[in-house]
């Protein structure tokens, strides 16, 4: 009987990684990723947050904001939700939370190259959104106008 080495262990739980089955863990990160708030915060800290038309690209490079711009920026975020979506996306090793000793103290968010890789797959999910909501709306009131 062969032994696996730690590493070998890993590569095997890669291999078995698979979200369609029910005790699979990416189930878990699928399920956090896929929160409005994390897709937006991803965008905001990946530079995604300037206006324009539906569907264009305004991304400016990714930078470090602070818990109020951040706050100022998702509208409809509630402090504790917003909070706890920090906390866990720092967690997963998306962000990384930087404290800095001034009075008040400042905290700042910022993308990990993990955060950064999914951003460029949240961008695209937003962008997507914006591009066909009017298409979407306009099939909700079709079926809507059918089932009533």
């Avoid at 696996?4 to 369609?20: L, P, S």
């Avoid at 937006?40 to 904001?65: Q, R, S, Y």
Wanted: net charge positive; glycine share 6%.
């Amino acid at each position: 009987m062969t032994t696996m080495k730690a590493a070998q262990k890993r590569d095997q739980a890669k291999v078995e990684y698979n979200a369609f089955l029910a005790g699979c863990p990416s189930r878990q990160l699928l399920d956090r990723i896929s929160d409005k708030w994390v897709v937006l915060i991803l965008c905001a800290l990946g530079g995604d947050n300037n206006p324009g038309p539906p569907g264009a690209t305004h991304a400016d490079a990714p930078k470090a904001m602070r818990y109020s711009e951040i706050a100022r920026l998702l509208a409809g975020v509630s402090q504790k939700m917003l909070t706890q979506t920090l906390r866990s996306l720092e967690h997963d090793g998306l962000l990384t939370r930087t404290v800095t000793p001034t009075v008040p103290v400042t905290v700042t968010y910022e993308l990990t190259d993990l955060g950064l890789s999914l951003h460029h797959m949240t961008r695209g999910l937003r962008n997507w959104a914006q591009t066909h909501m009017a298409e979407v709306l306009a099939n909700r009131e079709n079926c809507d106008a059918r089932t009533s």
